[in-house]
């Protein structure tokens, strides 16, 4: 079958038309500004994402933590285990159930944190020069109208 025969049979647009692929591209344009900075800095994107997130919120349970940053929570403990070895993040325990863990980030964390900010901030003034500051916003709220319209929780929060 020729691909139009293919693609006639199956009933679909071209993939490169899709909803999809369109998010994983522009997921891919906008952290393509970010990845040399975590590189030098020598942090993953998901570590980041961890480091992030503890910054803003304290503590907070490991499986909140996974849902809160998309990563399954098999993935994170790996995260969470080099992240505590480089004592960026502490664990523990919840005292009334061992089964639970809560991380929190560790000064060495805040430091990297407030090391990656000036970059990170300069990254996002590029996005938001090259896109438009309006644009972005719209962008989110329409990434939460979708995000709501398909059952899933707001994606940017007030």
Same mark, same amino acid.
């Given at each position: 079958? /020729?691909? !139009?025969?293919? $693609?006639?049979?199956?009933? &679909? %647009?071209?993939?490169?038309?899709?909803?999809?692929? +369109? #998010?994983?591209?522009?997921?891919?344009?906008?952290?393509?500004?970010?990845?040399?900075?975590?590189?030098?800095?020598?942090? /993953?994107? !998901?570590?980041? $994402?961890?480091?992030?997130? &503890? %910054?803003?919120?304290?503590?907070?349970?490991?499986? +909140? #933590?996974?849902?809160?940053?998309?990563?399954?929570?098999?993935?994170?403990?790996?995260?969470?285990?080099?992240?505590?070895?480089?004592?960026?993040?502490? $664990?523990?325990?919840?005292?009334?159930?061992?089964?639970?863990?809560?991380?929190?980030?560790?000064?060495?964390?805040?430091?990297?944190?407030?090391?990656?900010?000036?970059?990170?901030?300069?990254?996002?003034?590029?996005?938001?020069?090259?896109?438009?500051?309006?644009?972005?916003?719209?962008?989110?709220?329409?990434?939460?109208?979708?995000?709501?319209?398909?059952?899933?929780?707001?994606?940017?929060?007030?």
């Amino acid at each position: 079958m /020729t691909d !139009q025969t293919t $693609r006639s049979a199956i009933g &679909l %647009a071209p993939y490169t038309q899709s909803l999809a692929l +369109a #998010l994983l591209r522009t997921r891919e344009s906008v952290m393509s500004r970010f990845r040399p900075i975590l590189r030098e800095h020598d942090v /993953t994107e !998901q570590q980041w $994402r961890v480091l992030r997130t &503890l %910054a803003e919120v304290g503590e907070i349970e490991v499986t +909140a #933590l996974a849902e809160r940053i998309c990563l399954l929570p098999s993935s994170l403990s790996r995260i969470l285990k080099d992240l505590v070895a480089r004592g960026l993040i502490q $664990r523990r325990s919840v005292v009334e159930d061992l089964r639970r863990g809560l991380v929190s980030i560790q000064p060495a964390g805040i430091a990297l944190i407030l090391e990656v900010v000036p970059h990170s901030k300069r990254a996002n003034a590029e996005i938001e020069e090259a896109f438009g500051v309006a644009r972005i916003a719209a962008l989110k709220t329409e990434l939460n109208a979708l995000s709501e319209a398909l059952n899933g929780p707001p994606i940017f929060e007030d």
